[in-house]
């Protein structure tokens, strides 16, 4: 709540809180002073330890979180998690004096996510947890203010604390070491007290421990090696991507591309089995299959029709960091730390989408990589709602009248807002080169009684994305046009390769046509597609490194339209029963952005499509490696 309290350790009781403008991470108290990050505010604040008047200000770097002093209350390190940075502040001076970057190159994108601070026992040695680098960062800081970096040291995933005692470090991993199987799922129609102990992807992470001792210099030397083999991002990667002559999708951004204009539809939680698990041209198991064809007939063409794209995966857990991911590639520490406690139920807000800048990376999401570049945007719903913008570069540049997030709001409808909005545009020549187009109704409502039914819901999301690419298909752009279609996470269901596995779609004429592409991608291989052809620039370490998507790609255009396939279920059904399926569907908060308990909710959608008596199979968690194929270099 942006206030530092002092409390009284012994009565246990407030004796003051103090206002701030931003959220404070972290303490530490030296030299008569208390010092607090404020976590959004780009600086350390000094209080008295007596008065708690506030003195001053240190500037530091974006989103200091960790404090540490040195035992003589001299220097201050501060990470920077939104900067890949440590700040080295001489408290005496009240001022940085260097800055240390932790990353495993320089000039790096965001995506080091410095987050840990632990110094030997010495006081010679800086131990720098890494998050997103799965590593820790070493420093000589035997003398302050002429640092040297020593070389790093792996860990575990998502490493958010890091120590030392008696020579030995001990690294905290907030995500454990790798995804895990779930043999011991939700089952249907559980007590409420079982459901709580059920796996749910947002608690299947276990976090480790790790205890290594402190390596002597040719020990680090090959921790060092071994740290620059496990991570995929290179700054080579960043400037050169994998690619071909020829392909529309450009090697290195500002190239040309005969693609002008980027339609970027994202929908909601759904894996690749539930889908499309039932074509037999894919690596899919028809028995997990909840929205075969008949659900998702527009879908099933564009994969047929165009790519079918059966190794692709989300990069995010849930809705919260997946919409940071599906703009950002990248979701920052504040999102990361703070999800988990929010779908925990136990506190904070749904604030992810534009609403808190502190969940902002430093340069922002696509939409300022485009206003920086010159590149038009608009969106419709994403970041967005209904009159109003949740995010400044948005303001103007969005459709009013598109609803965001409600789930009795069919997407056919948003769907002629679009139409009309883009009619309208293309009449005076207007049409933006990025388009953001949020359908999410295939999150469905469950079986909560009077709403859309879970295939209703599915159709109509199944129909409005089909309706959108004929319209496009019919205009004199789309021979300059390419629609990109993911989910923003594939938290509601079963998959037989992994739980982050989803369904992912292309279509426009430069699109290779009845083509299946079995090479792994990502959120952030989508986006890093969408940068080259835009001319836009990586925005974070993963979309630097992620291979892009220029096998789906071809140099020779064909500019057939698309027929969108009608709905083969009612759209306008709702739920009658009032079963116990029902009775559980009332209790969820489909009124915001995943506000249910999604292991239960999983439950209910599966009871619901395949009968009360039907089990659920326990979602699939894989440790799998990814190995690049050869570049083709002309």
């Known amino acids: 709540d942006t206030s530092l309290y002092i409390c009284n350790t012994g009565s246990l009781a407030v004796e003051r809180r103090i206002r701030l403008e931003s959220p404070a991470y972290a303490i530490a108290v030296a030299n008569r002073e208390v010092y607090a990050a404020l976590w959004g505010g780009r600086k350390v604040a000094v209080f008295d330890a007596n008065t708690l008047e506030r003195r001053y200000d240190i500037p530091v770097g974006d989103h200091p979180n960790e404090l540490l002093l040195s035992k003589n209350g001299r220097w201050l390190y501060v990470a920077n998690a939104n900067d890949n940075s440590v700040s080295v502040v001489d408290t005496r001076f009240r001022r940085e004096v260097e800055v240390l970057?932790?990353?495993?190159?320089?000039?790096?994108?965001?995506?080091?996510?410095?987050?840990?601070?632990?110094?030997?026992?010495?006081e010679k040695t800086l131990y720098v947890a890494n998050a997103d680098n799965n590593c820790l960062a070493v420093f000589d800081v035997s003398t302050p203010g002429e640092s040297r970096a020593k070389g790093f040291i792996p860990t575990g995933w998502y490493p958010a604390c890091v120590r030392v005692a008696r020579g030995k470090i001990f690294v905290a991993n907030g995500k454990g070491l790798s995804s895990q199987a779930n043999p011991k799922g939700p089952q249907p129609i559980m007590k409420r007290?079982?459901?709580?102990?059920?796996?749910?992807?947002?608690?299947?992470?276990?976090?480790?421990?790790?205890?290594?001792?402190?390596?002597?210099?040719?020990?680090?030397?090959?921790y060092t090696q071994q740290v620059y083999e496990n991570t995929p991002y290179s700054k080579e990667k960043e400037?050169?991507?994998?690619?071909?002559?020829?392909?529309?999708?450009?090697?290195?951004?500002?190239?040309?591309?005969?693609?002008?204009?980027?339609?970027y539809i994202i929908k909601e939680n759904r894996t690749f089995d539930q889908v499309l698990g039932d074509m037999p041209e894919g690596n899919g198991d028809p028995a997990l299959c909840l929205f075969p064809?008949?659900?998702?007939?527009?879908?099933?063409?564009?994969?047929?029709?165009?790519?079918?794209?059966d190794n692709f995966y989300v990069n995010a857990e849930v809705s919260a960091d997946g919409h940071n991911w599906s703009t950002a590639a990248y979701a920052t520490d504040?999102?990361?730390?703070?999800?988990?406690?929010?779908?925990?139920?136990?506190?904070?807000?749904?604030?992810?989408?534009?609403?808190?800048?502190?969940?902002?990376?430093?340069?922002g999401y696509i939409w300022d990589y485009c206003q920086r570049a010159g590149v038009t945007y608009r969106t419709y719903g994403e970041?967005?709602?209904?009159?109003?913008?949740?995010?400044?570069?948005?303001?103007?540049?969005?459709?009013?009248?598109y609803s965001s997030w409600d789930l009795n709001i069919q997407d056919i409808e948003r769907e002629k807002v679009w139409e009309h909005d883009f009619d309208s545009l293309l009449a005076i020549g207007r049409v933006a080169r990025f388009n953001t187009i949020r359908f999410g109704n295939d999150h469905t409502s469950g079986m909560k009684k009077g709403s859309y039914s879970p295939q209703a819901a599915v159709a109509d999301n199944d129909l409005a994305v089909g309706r959108l690419i004929e319209h496009l298909s019919r205009s004199p752009i789309w021979k300059q046009s390419v629609v990109f279609i993911l989910e923003d996470d594939a938290q509601n269901g079963p998959d037989h390769v992994d739980a982050h596995r989803s369904i992912a779609f292309l279509a426009g004429p430069y699109v290779r046509r009845g083509f299946v592409d079995h090479t792994m991608y990502s959120t952030s291989s989508?986006?890093?597609t969408i940068e080259l052809i835009l001319g836009l620039p990586p925005m974070s370490q993963y979309d630097a490194a992620a291979t892009p998507m220029w096998r789906c790609f071809t140099g020779q255009p064909d500019t057939s339209r698309f027929e969108v396939r009608p709905n083969q279920v009612s759209i306008d059904t709702r739920n009658a029963s009032t079963d116990e399926l029902s009775r559980i569907s009332e209790t969820f908060n489909l009124a915001e952005l995943d506000a249910v308990p999604e292991r239960l909710f999983n439950e209910v959608l599966w009871k619901g499509?395949?009968?009360?008596?039907?089990?659920?199979?326990?979602?699939?968690?894989?440790?799998?490696?990814?190995?690049?194929?050869?570049?083709?270099?002309?």
Not at 101 to 122: K, M, Q, V, W
Not at 609 to 634: C, K, Q, W, Y
């Open 334 to 363: 504040y999102v990361e730390k703070t999800w988990p406690t929010s779908y925990g139920g136990r506190g904070g807000a749904y604030d992810y989408e534009g609403t808190n800048p502190l969940g902002a990376p430093r340069k």
């Open 293 to 309: 064809e008949k659900n998702t007939p527009n879908q099933h063409a564009l994969a047929r029709e165009f790519v079918l794209l």
């Open 239 to 263: 400037s050169r991507a994998e690619g071909a002559a020829g392909n529309p999708v450009p090697r290195k951004p500002g190239d040309p591309s005969p693609i002008k204009y980027v339609f």
């Open 526 to 528: 989508m986006l890093r």
């Open 383 to 401: 970041f967005a709602d209904d009159d109003k913008a949740n995010y400044k570069t948005l303001e103007g540049p969005f459709c009013p009248g």
């Open 193 to 222: 007290e079982d459901y709580r102990a059920a796996p749910y992807i947002g608690s299947m992470f276990l976090g480790t421990l790790g205890i290594l001792d402190a390596p002597d210099e040719r020990q680090l030397e090959q």
């Open 609 to 634: 499509i395949r009968g009360g008596h039907s089990e659920m199979p326990a979602p699939r968690r894989s440790a799998f490696l990814v190995t690049a194929e050869e570049d083709d270099d002309d």
């Open 101 to 122: 970057n932790a990353a495993l190159y320089a000039d790096s994108p965001a995506g080091s996510t410095t987050n840990g601070l632990a110094l030997s026992d010495d």
